[in-house]
């Protein structure tokens, strides 16, 4: 089938009804016809090879009409899958980035400082799940079975979660006063539900950061519940994606098109009722869809993505900058626009390779939140807001390379799994 019934593809070339032939050679070089129009330019870029024509997609069409000639000889068809993420790259720093981002955001909210983010908290927290739809895309593909898929988040996520509950568990007793601390109910409903990722059944400890403004010990390990949810969606959205070869973009923009109008439905449920669940409830599951499958749309347009590095940075950032202010935006396209953002400054240079090994930066991101709960119940009031920023990041960093070096290092090495478990 024709891309347009009103061409012929013949083997020396494409003509036009009634109309001369148009030399293949000189549209591949990048010599436009005279008398080429929109039409030409469409079979053009659909054009596969010079003995058959193919179909082409809707969302090329609308690129060929605004985008220069050089780009229209550009294939802009997914990746052949599974493949090699380049190594060594800059994901390593950008996730110390992100941590340090969230942790300077929930220091603001705490200390009621208003510190400068490069990337807003929760911005942040997307980012990491787009990360995590990149990576864990290409982990499925690569393992497409349950049991070594689920074995290698299980080694990845399991020891430094579990390690960070049970070690600020155990060490707050020194901070709670509650004398009937380790027999009180409360004390085992925390440990029971934090470890099976339901801590809004119980986020507090008894006796422990009562006189904080919050009093719940750790608010950054609601995303673990999420970031599981979203594992458990990979395998399928990928099946469904090599059960539908010929249109994958359209199960990417549904996907991310429910993900946008359930976050816009319950913001506005916020908004119009002031009841801070609706709030919360937007930001769950869902919600996050929209960071994890932009990630995983970049894996499978990955070729595609580097061709056109040097046109997406500087159209996300001045769309970020010019729109930022925006709540329409900030809710609907941004999402789409961080993940590109961050998988552009994870992929392109090799500016961050060095901070590649023995990574904590998700160890950082569980620990620092009962930290900056510490901090904010223990020291002085005329203590400089820098310097506890300062000392948080120096304790989070120190307790992060505890449990990593401890735990979480010799749990991997005796199970055998790969330096990067991704």
């Known amino acids: 089938m024709c891309v347009l019934s009103k061409y012929d593809v013949y083997r020396n070339g494409i003509r036009r009804m009634n109309q001369p032939y148009l030399s293949i050679t000189r549209l591949e070089i990048g010599i436009k016809p005279q008398n080429s129009n929109l039409f030409d330019r469409l079979t053009i870029l659909g054009h596969k090879d010079t003995h058959k024509s193919w179909k082409m ?7 060929c009409i605004f985008a220069p000639d050089k780009l229209l000889r550009m294939n802009l068809q997914p990746n052949q899958i599974p493949y090699n993420i380049p190594q060594p790259n800059n994901m390593g720093l950008v996730r110390y980035v992100l941590a340090i981002s969230v942790l300077i955001g929930h220091f603001n909210f705490i200390f009621s400082t208003d510190f400068y983010l490069p990337v807003s908290s929760y911005n942040a927290v997307g980012c990491f799940f787009a990360l995590s739809g ?9 393992h497409p079975k349950w049991r070594p898929f689920l074995k290698n988040r299980c080694i990845r996520l399991l020891p430094a979660y579990c390690a960070t509950v049970i070690f600020f568990a155990i060490i707050l007793y020194f901070l709670s006063s509650d ?27 008894p006796g422990v950061f009562t006189s904080n403004t919050m009093t719940c010990v750790n608010g950054s390990l609601w ?47 916020y908004i119009s009722t002031n009841t801070e669940i609706y709030n919360i409830l937007s930001r769950q599951f869902i919600g996050q869809l929209m960071y994890f499958y932009s990630g995983m749309l970049i894996y499978f347009y990955f070729d595609v993505f580097m061709r056109l590095k040097w046109w ?14 925006l709540q329409i935006f900030n809710l609907t396209i941004e999402p789409f626009i961080i993940s ?12 961050g390779t060095w901070l590649q090994r023995h990574n904590i930066s998700y160890i950082i991101y569980l620990v620092h939140f009962p930290i900056l709960q510490i901090c904010k119940q223990y020291m002085p ?26 735990i979480e290092m010799p749990i991997q090495k005796r199970l055998l799994l790969a330096k990067n478990i991704y």
């Open 57 to 63: 997609p809707y969302i090329q069409r609308i690129f």
């Open 134 to 142: 990149f990576l864990v895309t290409n982990s499925w593909l690569k």
């Open 179 to 205: 004398v009937h601390y380790f027999t009180s109910l409360q004390f085992w409903k925390y440990i029971a539900a934090n470890l099976s990722f339901m801590n809004f059944i119980e986020p507090d400890l």
């Open 223 to 269: 995303t673990m519940k999420v970031e599981w949810m979203l594992y458990f969606t990979t395998p399928f959205a990928i099946l469904a994606l090599c059960s539908w070869k010929k249109r994958p973009i359209v199960i990417f923009v549904s996907i991310y098109l429910v993900s946008m109008i359930y976050r816009l439905t319950f913001i506005w449920l």
């Open 312 to 325: 997406i940075l500087p159209i996300s950032l001045i769309l970020v900058h010019s729109l930022h202010n």
């Open 340 to 351: 590109l953002l961050v998988i552009w400054f994870s992929m392109v240079g090799r500016w």
């Open 381 to 406: 009031a005329d203590n400089s807001n820098l310097s506890t920023l300062l000392i948080a990041i120096m304790l989070s960093a120190l307790i992060g390379l505890i449990i990593h070096v401890l």
